[in-house]
């Protein structure tokens, strides 16, 4: 910290008269002895811990273990609670939720006597809802991810969350597993604490926090189980205290080369497409300047060099025993797509973090010069289907399907696609293009992970798996398939989504990044001519929303906050 910066929690703590007795007498009510409040530096926790949040539930542990490290580290630490999303059970989406969970991150920081944060995440939207909420804020802070669960096991097979749960769904749909086996498989997929142990959006999102230097070298892939996520708590402890003495803030972490050098981790890693939306919307927060482009621009030439589910056949655990992130870094680096002089939490550059990192299973990590699969980035698809981009991955997509041709089959909503899918009736082949609308920010409402579509039965009897499907809607990260995706605008927002009707040709080229509605734009015209809008909510924060969501292109971010806010100490209450 420069002489001259004083600590916020001063303003609280160490002021003359009834203000600072007045918080200190309330803080002693704890147990708290007095020479904690001589100056040291206060470090939030901020804990998502919940158990209706399945893949947070140890953060109490983890928490524990920073605690230790700030007390060795000479600070004094103190654990707030924010709002907690859980994935697995909060309807209609979590994501409708990220930017409320921002807002709670955001003002519990700027609204107490903090000098540095200690964001626990773990959970798809834990993890940028608190990210955002600090970057507005400003302050010295590290991520600890709380780490996968372990590799499930059924039956001598290795089985992914979520990757497998769709896969068993098109067994039991055509009888090739029965209501047993599916029962007996839910307990043997998530057999640890954790989150997804595939390199769906949870994993991928604790890769971006060490590939943008928030957090601490293997923060990505240290099972949650594993005692060494403990110790990677604990050296977090040790380490906000001394970057509240260096100043070290996120702004200057989360820079452009930042952002560039987690998009090309990404393309690296397989992640999930939903890392555009998250990242996206936090360098709009911290005000960095980062656009859809710059996604197909940076991950087009970065293969995937790691063999993990929903891409591959490995999962995380096996991942963090082949070296991890670090590996992954270091093949980018010598690749010359690193900007290795970036500066991380460590304290140290992101080259200096990563320089001796060693792969110890090339079947897991495989070098860039042999890489797994030839495309690993975003690619970014525009055309008059989508004005304002969509987003695609390459790595879980069928290669001969990459370049399409078919009759679009139209569902309206998710309801209407539920009610028509399995109709006999229904008039489908494996060369058609399943259309899928009004699931975008502001349709679904909240922007649900809906856009990987089961197939039709009668497709999948065929032995048919993959379908070219489009929608403005998100896919799980643990999902796979030939899928469009984040259509803008959005159906709801009268995008030309909202105007395909069943018959239309599209065409999909991948190569050419081109999206294409085979219409006339005469008929176009009429057709946007009787299009109705839907009626908006009436109140509550489903209105706010509403009234205020970005669209996907953009980090699907409120209106009013983005931008970088800074982090003034409040006036006075007294």
Same mark, same amino acid.
């Given at each position: 910290? $420069?002489? @001259?910066?004083?600590?916020?929690? $001063?303003?609280?703590?160490?002021?003359?008269?009834?203000?600072?007795?007045?918080?200190?007498?309330?803080?002693?009510?704890?147990?708290?002895?007095?020479?904690?409040?001589?100056?040291?530096?206060?470090?939030?926790?901020?804990?998502?811990?919940?158990?209706?949040?399945?893949?947070?539930?140890?953060?109490?542990?983890?928490?524990?273990?920073?605690?230790?490290?700030?007390?060795?580290?000479?600070?004094?630490?103190?654990?707030?609670?924010?709002?907690?999303?859980?994935?697995?059970?909060?309807?209609?989406?979590?994501?409708?939720?990220?930017?409320?969970?921002?807002?709670?991150?955001?003002?519990?920081?700027?609204?107490?006597?903090?000098?540095?944060?200690?964001? +626990?995440?773990?959970?798809?939207?834990?993890?940028?809802?608190?990210?955002?909420?600090?970057?507005?804020?400003?302050?010295?802070?590290?991520?600890?991810?709380?780490?996968?669960? +372990?590799?499930?096991?059924?039956?001598?097979?290795?089985?992914?969350?979520?990757?497998?749960?769709?896969?068993?769904?098109?067994?039991?749909?055509?009888?090739?597993?029965?209501?047993?086996?599916?029962?007996?498989?839910?307990?043997?997929?998530?057999?640890?604490?954790?989150?997804?142990?595939?390199?769906?959006?949870?994993?991928?999102?604790?890769?971006?926090?060490?590939? =943008?230097?928030?957090?601490?070298?293997? #923060? %990505?892939?240290?099972?949650?189980?594993?005692?060494?996520?403990?110790?990677?708590?604990?050296?977090?402890?040790?380490?906000?205290?001394?970057?509240?003495?260096?100043?070290?803030?996120?702004?200057?972490?989360?820079?452009?080369?930042?952002?560039?050098?987690?998009?090309?981790?990404?393309?690296? !890693?397989?992640?999930?497409?939903?890392?555009?939306?998250?990242?996206? &919307?936090?360098?709009?927060?911290?005000?960095?300047?980062?656009?859809?482009?710059?996604?197909?621009? *940076?991950?087009?030439?970065?293969?995937?060099?790691?063999?993990?589910?929903?891409?591959?056949?490995?999962?995380?655990?096996?991942?963090?025993?082949?070296?991890? =992130?670090?590996?992954? *870094?270091?093949?980018?680096?010598? &690749?010359?797509?690193?900007?290795?002089?970036?500066?991380? %939490?460590?304290?140290?550059?992101?080259?200096?973090?990563?320089?001796?990192?060693?792969?110890? #299973?090339?079947?897991? !990590?495989?070098?860039?010069?042999?890489?797994?699969?030839?495309?690993?980035?975003?690619?970014?698809?525009?055309?008059?289907? &989508?004005?304002?981009? %969509?987003?695609?991955?390459?790595?879980?997509?069928?290669?001969? =399907?990459?370049?399409?041709?078919?009759?679009?089959? /139209?569902?309206?909503?998710?309801?209407?696609?539920?009610?028509? !899918?399995?109709?006999?009736?229904?008039?489908?082949?494996?060369?058609?293009?399943?259309?899928?609308?009004?699931?975008?920010?502001?349709?679904?409402?909240?922007?649900?992970?809906?856009?990987?579509?089961?197939?039709? &039965?009668?497709?999948?009897?065929?032995?048919?798996?993959?379908?070219?499907?489009?929608?403005?809607?998100?896919?799980?990260?643990?999902?796979?398939?030939?899928?469009?995706?984040?259509?803008?605008?959005?159906?709801?927002?009268?995008?030309?989504?909202?105007?395909?009707?069943?018959?239309?040709?599209?065409?999909?080229?991948?190569?050419?990044?081109?999206?294409?509605?085979?219409?006339?734009?005469?008929?176009? @015209?009429?057709?946007?001519?009787?299009?109705?809008?839907?009626?908006?909510?009436?109140?509550?924060?489903?209105?706010?929303?509403?009234?205020?969501?970005?669209?996907?292109?953009?980090?699907? @971010?409120?209106?009013?906050?983005?931008?970088?806010?800074?982090?003034? /100490?409040?006036?006075?209450?007294?």
């Amino acid at each position: 910290m $420069t002489k @001259d910066k004083k600590l916020r929690s $001063t303003e609280w703590f160490g002021v003359p008269g009834k203000d600072g007795f007045h918080h200190r007498s309330w803080m002693k009510n704890q147990g708290f002895p007095d020479d904690q409040f001589d100056g040291r530096p206060v470090i939030g926790i901020c804990n998502t811990w919940s158990e209706l949040t399945p893949c947070n539930a140890h953060f109490r542990i983890l928490a524990e273990r920073v605690k230790r490290g700030v007390y060795e580290a000479g600070g004094f630490p103190l654990e707030f609670p924010v709002m907690s999303l859980g994935e697995t059970l909060m309807r209609p989406t979590t994501m409708m939720f990220r930017n409320l969970a921002s807002m709670d991150v955001e003002e519990s920081i700027r609204a107490n006597p903090i000098d540095g944060v200690v964001l +626990l995440t773990g959970c798809d939207k834990t993890t940028p809802s608190l990210v955002m909420g600090a970057a507005s804020c400003d302050l010295p802070t590290v991520v600890v991810s709380g780490g996968p669960m +372990l590799n499930g096991r059924w039956r001598g097979e290795q089985i992914g969350s979520g990757t497998h749960v769709w896969k068993f769904e098109e067994l039991s749909k055509i009888g090739e597993m029965t209501v047993e086996g599916f029962r007996d498989a839910e307990a043997c997929m998530s057999r640890s604490v954790g989150h997804c142990m595939t390199m769906g959006t949870a994993s991928t999102m604790a890769s971006m926090m060490e590939a =943008l230097g928030l957090g601490l070298p293997t #923060n %990505a892939a240290i099972p949650a189980a594993d005692s060494r996520r403990n110790v990677l708590a604990q050296l977090a402890g040790r380490r906000i205290v001394a970057m509240v003495k260096e100043d070290l803030r996120m702004s200057k972490i989360l820079t452009r080369e930042a952002f560039e050098n987690a998009i090309r981790a990404n393309g690296a !890693i397989g992640g999930s497409t939903n890392a555009v939306v998250h990242l996206l &919307a936090i360098a709009g927060r911290i005000g960095t300047d980062l656009n859809l482009e710059d996604w197909d621009r *940076l991950g087009r030439d970065v293969p995937c060099i790691v063999n993990l589910m929903p891409s591959g056949e490995f999962l995380m655990e096996d991942f963090y025993y082949a070296g991890g =992130l670090p590996v992954v *870094l270091r093949e980018l680096g010598e &690749a010359g797509l690193l900007h290795k002089g970036a500066l991380t %939490a460590s304290g140290k550059t992101m080259w200096e973090n990563v320089h001796d990192a060693e792969c110890f #299973n090339r079947q897991v !990590i495989t070098p860039m010069s042999d890489p797994f699969k030839s495309e690993g980035g975003i690619c970014v698809l525009t055309g008059n289907l &989508a004005p304002n981009g %969509a987003v695609f991955k390459p790595s879980a997509a069928s290669p001969s =399907l990459m370049q399409h041709r078919g009759r679009a089959v /139209v569902f309206e909503d998710i309801d209407h696609y539920k009610a028509r !899918i399995d109709d006999p009736d229904l008039d489908i082949d494996e060369n058609c293009v399943m259309v899928l609308k009004n699931c975008g920010p502001k349709g679904y409402p909240g922007f649900s992970e809906v856009g990987n579509m089961a197939l039709p &039965a009668k497709i999948l009897q065929k032995g048919i798996t993959d379908m070219v499907r489009i929608s403005d809607a998100r896919m799980s990260g643990t999902a796979y398939g030939t899928v469009v995706l984040h259509i803008s605008p959005e159906a709801a927002e009268g995008g030309p989504l909202a105007l395909v009707r069943d018959g239309d040709m599209i065409e999909l080229d991948v190569a050419a990044r081109r999206l294409h509605l085979d219409v006339s734009e005469e008929e176009l @015209d009429g057709r946007r001519g009787a299009w109705t809008k839907p009626i908006a909510p009436e109140r509550g924060y489903w209105r706010m929303y509403h009234d205020h969501v970005l669209q996907a292109d953009s980090g699907c @971010d409120f209106d009013f906050l983005v931008g970088s806010s800074g982090a003034p /100490v409040p006036r006075e209450s007294h």
